[in-house]
């Protein structure tokens, strides 16, 4: 497609299961990130990947949030035992990996329209 | 420190009136880019406009500029003509480093109302 695509775009959940979030980036981009923004809270930072490097995993928030890209592209991110703190919206990005050279297209960063996680 | 600082929570504007949203960022590097982003209700993240730490002139999409004062570490956003369907809320972000596309840090946004 032409965008970024997350799935599913709406999930509810019981306590204490396991959730997966799909994204799968632009395609041609190398570089993927994950944000979490929880209800009327700024974006942060969770996870980013680029080519073939190991993952900055440094804004998972404990080790229940794992993540990984298969074969560069689609991405997975797994909550387990959820817990209702993590009811927030999920967005994935991607960009393309460039030097910056001024040009708005290599370094932007674009969205999906996010996975929106319900813990109950 | 906070790395990205929005210091209006909220703002409102008179519809074909134009607007400026702060910003201002905290960085050592000497090359890094920052974003604007708006997010309308439905919560999609729209990219808008991009200024890279080096470009001499401020950066413009359209009815978006930035004004980019790197000596003061600014970067506003200034929305001309406004619209009704320019209300969202608008976020500032930064990347920082060359060579590979880092993680964006985002400020807590602002919440822009254009009235009618």
């Known amino acids: 497609g032409a965008g970024v695509s997350q799935s599913p775009s709406n999930k509810v959940t019981e306590k204490g299961k396991d959730v997966e979030l799909r994204c799968d980036p632009i395609?041609?981009?190398?570089?993927l990130y994950w944000y979490r923004q929880s209800l009327g809270q700024g974006l942060e930072f969770l996870i980013y990947f680029q080519g073939n490097s190991a993952p900055d995993k440094s804004g998972l928030p404990s080790d229940r949030f794992s993540a990984e890209r298969t074969g560069g592209s689609v991405s997975t991110l797994t909550i387990q035992r959820t817990q209702q703190e993590d009811s927030a919206v999920y967005l994935c990005a991607s960009s393309l990996n460039n030097r910056d050279r001024g040009r708005a297209t290599g370094n932007t960063i674009y969205f999906g329209e996010g996975s929106w996680l319900t813990v109950v | 420190a906070q790395k990205i600082t929005q210091t209006q929570p909220g703002m409102f504007v008179q519809e074909k009136e134009a607007v400026t949203l702060d910003c201002t960022y905290d960085?050592?590097?000497?090359?890094?880019?920052l974003f604007w982003y708006k997010q309308p209700s439905s919560g999609e993240m729209i990219f808008l406009i991009y200024?890279?730490?080096?470009?001499?002139q401020n950066a413009t999409e359209g009815r978006y500029s930035l004004n980019f004062q790197k000596a003061r570490k600014s970067a506003n956003l200034v929305i001309s003509a406004s619209q009704l369907g320019d209300s969202a809320m608008y976020f500032c972000a930064m990347r920082e480093g060359t060579g590979s596309a880092r993680q964006l840090t985002f400020g807590s946004g602002t919440q822009l109302t254009v009235l009618p």
């Open positions: 960085t050592s590097d000497q090359s890094y880019g």
């Open positions: 200024q890279g730490s080096y470009d001499e």
């Open positions: 395609s041609g981009h190398t570089a």
